[in-house]
């Protein structure tokens, strides 16, 4: 009975963390991303610019994003949770996570030599 309450327990919180992690929305994430000014810097699909590095397809994992947006001391601003809610910047995180990997430059007609 002990080991039947310990897998409810371990199965609840894996489906709380499973839902958590499918909650965020890339499209919300688009809309924050422009409406918080990440293009102006990092492009509008998360390219990368002249002034901010590619966020497209981060390899980092939500929670190391998350604390760079919150504490960097960089030439990118500090977002405070007031000015970026935990829940924008994790549909941010889903919208550049989803992003395309780009054509490869060679199957580019206009391109090609």
Known sequence: MRYMGMITAVAAALLVSATGAFAASAEKGRVAFGKNGCWQCHGWEGQGGAAGPTL???KLPLEAVNAFVRNT????????????????????????????????PKTIPLLAH
């Open 73 to 104: 001391n960089g030439p990118m601003p500090p977002f405070s949770k007031k000015i970026l809610s935990d829940e924008d910047l994790a549909d941010i995180y889903a919208f550049i996570s989803a992003q395309p990997v780009p054509a490869d």
């Open 56 to 58: 497209a397809r981060t």
